[in-house]
Every structure is written in C-alpha cells, then in structure tokens.
Nanobody, 116 residues
C-alpha cells in the first residue's frame, strides 16, 4: 500500500508560479511511475505530467514549457513546478502513483486557482 499526501495549492495571479508537492509513504519501493492529474470544474480529469522510471517524463501539451515534474526517490516526494500560470490551469490537482503490480494510488486533491 502507498499513501500520498499533496500540498502546495493556492490562489495565484495569472503569470505567477506555484509548486505542488506530494509526499509518499508506505511501500514506496514498489512505485515505478508518479504523476499529476487535474480536474477543472465541469471537465474530465486529465494527465498533467508523469515521470516513469527508466523512461522519463511526459507532459500535456497545454503545460509543456511551463510545468516541470520531478521525483526525489530518496525523500519519497513528487513535485510539480508550475510557472506562467493561466486561468485555464485552475483545477483540483491530484497526485498519482503506480506500482509494479499496476495498482494505482491517489492522493487527496489540492486546489489551484489562477485569477486576478
């Protein structure tokens, strides 16, 4: 079992930055991929960014060049640095992990609001 706790959301003006963090605990040794998803009001959830061991990172087209995902295995943390935020980035952001048995785990959401 893996537990995920996300933090770092908040209200920011357009053009601003936020850094989301996700702390993993439990059987973290079994995690091979971690990701951030988001869900905006009235929309389906979408993958924002993923980091996969021995593969690398991938991003949604809408965030490429603005967001950076990183994983610190030693500290069992996942981060998402978000720069040049726009109102379209407003959503609840969820941390996700997948283990070697292909079981997925989810953290609680953290709200990101981009507004002037």
């Amino acid at each position: 079992q893996v537990q995920l706790v996300a933090s770092g959301g908040g209200l920011v003006q357009p053009g601003g930055s936020l850094r989301l963090s996700c702390a993993a605990s439990g059987s973290t040794f079994s995690i091979y991929a971690m990701a951030w998803y988001r869900q905006a009001p009235g929309k389906e959830a979408e993958l924002v960014a993923r980091v996969t061991e021995h593969v690398g990172t991938n991003y949604a087209d809408s965030v490429k060049g603005r967001f950076t995902i990183s994983r610190d295995k030693a500290k069992n943390t996942l981060s998402l640095q978000m720069n040049n935020l726009t109102p379209e980035d407003t959503a609840v952001y969820y941390c996700n992990a997948r283990d070697l048995a292909e079981v997925e785990y989810w953290g609680q959401g953290t709200q990101v609001a981009v507004s002037s």
